[in-house]
T-cell receptor, first 111, second 114 residues
């Protein structure tokens, strides 16, 4: 089955700088790539996704890039703020299967 | 905003005991999921359901059963709890398409098996 790897377990950036979190997947059939955010002590909530028919999607300060050849996708956060501090999970799925998650990246935005 | 409610929030159980975790969603989603979250493993899928009366195995179903008696409710059952099942459990619901859908998560249940 699909395996999703999330390469950075922790990431520390200065407030105002950009952060990039990278994920890779194994199954070329994967077509849906969501990202979820988990703030300290809380549950996960959806932040942005991308489907395989596009290679870039932006929502305010968040951009997701998809490189199907490399089976890699990434979350870019610009102008980071303290409230961006959280654990970010990437996930992947293809038609007829459920989402499989990466191990999470803890992002710390320091003043 | 999708609403998924889990109970209990915290549970302490003894080894060999039976544990039932409950999940309720009010969004009329067809699909519901049970994940567990462990450090170093991220979220792993235990069981899921396409609708009332259906349950399917996820990636780590051993030691767990699931029940979907209605569209709204999905339970996870540990018949004989073991310390290795100590974890945080999340229920989630989604729309109609199994794969390409946003998941809405409950607040989680922290289970400790002594």
């Amino acid at each position: 089955g699909e395996k999703v790897e999330q390469h950075e377990s922790t990431l520390s950036v200065r407030e105002g700088d950009s952060a990039v979190i990278n994920c890779t997947y194994t199954d070329t059939a994967s077509s849906y790539f969501p990202w979820y955010k988990q703030e300290a002590g809380k549950s996960l909530h959806f932040v942005i996704d991308i489907r395989s028919n596009v290679d870039r999607k932006q929502s305010q300060r968040l951009t997701v890039l998809l490189d199907k050849k490399a089976k890699r996708f990434s979350l870019h956060i610009t102008a980071t703020q303290p409230e961006d501090s959280a654990i970010y999970f990437c996930a992947a799925s293809y038609s007829g299967t459920y989402q499989r998650f990466g191990t999470g990246t803890k992002l710390q935005v320091v003043p | 905003e999708a609403a998924v409610t889990q109970s209990p929030r915290n549970k302490v159980a003894v080894t060999g005991g039976k544990v039932t975790l409950s999940c309720n969603q009010t969004n009329n989603h067809n699909n519901m999921y049970w994940y567990r979250q462990d450090t170093g493993h991220g979220l792993r899928l235990i069981h899921y359901s396409y609708g009332a009366g259906s349950t399917e195995k996820g990636d780590i179903p051993d030691g767990y059963k699931a029940s979907r008696p209605s569209q709204e409710n999905f339970s996870l059952i540990l018949e004989l709890a073991t310390p290795s099942q100590t974890s945080v459990y999340f229920c989630a619901s989604g729309g109609t398409g199994v794969s390409a859908e946003t998941l809405y998560f409950g607040s989680g249940t922290r289970l400790t098996v002594l």
